[in-house]
């Protein structure tokens, strides 16, 4: 399936955050002067999320920075941006979407950037705990922060650890319950996991690992075996899941997101999808994938655009994703899924949490990287994994060795 060029009237873009905003930013810089709107379930202005548990989280970057495009942007490039507009319904054979207040708005195409939401827990009180999604959840989040405060964070994935992190550094006593033998057990394996267990541990967190939760209040957290763990405050950080009833109910093709190809573009060839709900078929990786993370909502919009406007070129880009906590920065970019691991080789100085992991499969081909504490490696790796590059483990363990001379 090829993309192909269509005479589309006007656009609209459901949802609000970042894919959103970069969507209407890339059909302006493509040259589409046609109608676009943009439809916000929130009252903000668009903005990234990742700060939500990183810097405004912990106080040290104000919200401003996160938002995507000042207020008057949209008045300049004639985007129709309308806050707090609720879609409910998509009507593919009408070419028209509902809002809540039973107007409707036609397209010639439709974009959706409809984003996730926290997953919760089947446990009694789990309606009690707080979440971590918008800018409203990180305020409250940030209200149990201080010396004296205690944080039960339920969960040591991305969202929890990072939350753990920005707890520590205000004072905060956290304890962090995961289910796991070890953090980023899926994500990264265990020999990784076990880095981050460490990293918390050392900086105060009573990181409690293999728990099984019974129930949750307002006063903490009751674990199977009868443990009582006080907290002024809950967090559950078990996951996000892609907002897709939209496009369920629409009649869109949706497996674990809905599903695109690699222009973005949904069963119906009039509706693309971006972001978090786009599970696409990636013409690199050659397999299903859907990413929830900062770097796709950022780029997929321009293919989305490109797309609608009739270009020819899929998105391809790697995955990538960030995250800092405590002395802790790192980047990791493309995709290891854990049946296809064969082995972690490592880089660099493991104990001082200053290397590079590498994730192979079978035949050597790196299917993945993540530099801690070490900078300006990714568009040095990135070649390798995008052209499956066959290296030599004891080169690609060797910091002497170029990363241009590790293949065999």
């Not at 900086?203 to 002024?232: F, K, M, N, P, Y």
């Not at 709900?277 to 796709?296: K, Y």
């Amino acid at each position: 399936m090829t993309a192909t060029s269509s005479s589309t009237s006007s656009v609209v873009i459901v949802g609000g955050g970042l894919a959103g905003a970069k969507t209407a930013e890339a059909l302006r810089e493509g040259g589409f002067d046609g109608p676009v709107t943009l439809l916000a379930r929130e009252d903000e202005l668009p903005y990234e999320r990742p700060p939500l548990s990183k810097g405004y989280l912990a106080g040290t970057a104000e919200f401003a920075d996160a938002v995507v495009h000042p207020e008057e942007w949209y008045a300049e490039h004639d985007v129709d941006l309308r806050r707090g507009a609720d879609v409910v319904a998509l009507h593919p054979v009408d070419h028209e979407v509902e809002l809540a207040d039973g107007s409707r708005l036609e397209y010639g195409a439709l974009v959706l950037a409809t984003g996730s939401e926290p997953r919760t827990l089947p446990i009694p009180g789990a309606d009690t705990a707080l979440t971590l999604r918008t800018r409203a959840d990180a305020d409250r989040v940030r209200a149990h922060f201080g010396t004296g405060k205690r944080l039960v964070v339920i969960g040591a994935g991305w969202i929890g650890l990072e939350v753990a992190a920005a707890a520590r550094g205000a004072g905060t006593d956290v304890t962090v319950l995961e289910a796991a033998e070890l953090p980023l057990l899926g994500v990264l394996g265990p020999e990784m996991g076990q880095v981050f267990a460490d990293l918390h541990r050392e900086h105060g967190v009573d990181l409690r690992l293999g728990a099984s939760i019974a129930q949750i209040s307002a006063t903490g957290v009751r674990l199977e075996d009868g443990t009582e763990i006080a907290g002024d405050a809950v967090l559950l950080g078990v996951g996000v899941r892609p907002r897709t009833e939209l496009a369920e109910a629409a009649g869109l093709d949706v497996d674990n997101g809905v599903l695109v190809d690699a222009w973005l573009r949904t069963s119906d060839p009039d509706i693309y999808a971006v972001g978090d709900i786009a599970n696409q078929d990636h013409p690199t990786l050659g397999h299903r994938l859907r990413v929830e993370h900062w770097a796709t909502a950022l780029n997929q919009p321009a293919t989305a655009a490109a797309a609608i406007l009739g270009g020819d070129d899929g998105y391809d880009r790697l995955p990538y994703f960030f995250s800092d906590q405590y002395d802790l920065g790192m980047e990791y970019v493309g995709h290891a899924g854990r049946d296809d691991i064969a082995r972690v080789v490592v880089r660099g100085d493991l104990g001082a949490r200053e290397f590079v992991a590498f994730w192979l499969d079978d035949s050597d081909r790196i299917l993945a990287a993540m530099n801690v504490n070490v900078w300006d490696v990714v568009d040095e790796v990135r070649p390798l994994i995008v052209n499956r590059v066959v290296v030599d483990p004891d080169k690609l363990a060797d910091p002497g060795t170029a990363y241009a001379d590790v293949g065999r």
